[in-house]
T-cell receptor, first 118, second 112 residues
Framework: GAVVSQHPSRVICKSGTSVKIECRSL??????MFWYRQFPKQSLMLMAT?????????EQGVEKDKFLINHASLTLSTLTVTSAHPEDSSFYIC??????????????FGDGTRLSIL | AQSVTQPDIHITVSEGASLELRCNYS??????LFWYVQSPGQGLQLLLK??????LVQGIKGFEAEFKRSQSSFNLRKPSVHWSDAAEYFC??????????FGAGTTVTVRA
């Protein structure tokens, strides 16, 4: 079945560092990917919609300059948390929209990235 | 305003007992409805979905859900839970099949 790979699974870094998270669709092309943020014991909040070859669409309240999204190919979207601070610590999950018609799932989720800023 | 409500934050159930997780939504029209399961530190796995048609939907792992338009509900059920069903469960809705709003989640604990 379709798989979405998210890397790294966990990252710990110092405040002020920029962190890049990759989201890859392994066996299908994804023109649209989504980035979510999940706080402990809370639900997923959609941060942005990533469209291949165009600018991402950010949800209200999400800082575009803080969370840079690049979707340069049909199988890869990246989220860069710039100048990360402790309040950016969270679980980040990506998903890729599947339009192949071979799966009964409209989108496939990665396993998430646990970001901890010291 | 559009919203998804999962009234139960935490449910504890004995192994072999039945399970029902509640989900209510408030949308302008009948939305697309989903149930996802999340194991600790992992992404989400789709259990089942409802777009239209038969209001009783069968999913993976023995789960089913029933859409009730009059109650704006989409409750998830399983007749007999297994220890491996312990996880976080999210109800999600959307006006299409990909841009979703998630409920706050229900944590299911299974006791032996």
């Amino acid at each position: 079945g379709a798989v979405v790979s998210q890397h790294p699974s966990r990252v710990i870094c110092k405040s002020g560092t920029s962190v890049k998270i990759e989201c890859r669709s392994l066996d299908f092309q994804a023109t649209t990917m989504f980035w979510y943020r999940q706080f402990p014991k809370q639900s997923l909040m959609l941060m942005a919609t990533s469209n291949e070859g165009s600018k991402a669409t950010y949800e209200q309240g999400v800082e575009k300059d803080k969370f840079l999204i690049n979707h340069a190919s049909l199988t890869l979207s990246t989220l860069t948390v710039t100048s990360a601070h402790p309040e950016d610590s969270s679980f980040y999950i990506c998903s890729a929209r599947d339009l192949t018609g071979y799966s009964n799932q409209p989108q496939h989720f990665g396993d998430g990235t646990r970001l901890s800023i010291l | 305003a559009q919203s998804v409500t999962q009234p139960d934050i935490h449910i504890t159930v004995s192994e072999g007992a039945s399970l029902e997780l509640r989900c209510n939504y408030s949308y302008g029209a009948t939305p697309y409805l989903f149930w996802y399961v999340q194991s600790p530190g992992q992404g989400l796995q789709l259990l089942l979905k409802y777009f239209s048609g038969d209001t009783l939907v069968q999913g993976i792992k023995g789960f089913e859900a029933e859409f009730k338009r009059s109650q704006s509900s989409f409750n998830l059920r399983k007749p007999s839970v297994h220890w491996s069903d312990a996880a976080e469960y999210f109800c999600a809705v959307g006006l299409n099949d990909y841009k979703l709003s998630f409920g706050a989640g229900t944590t299911v604990t299974v006791r032996a």
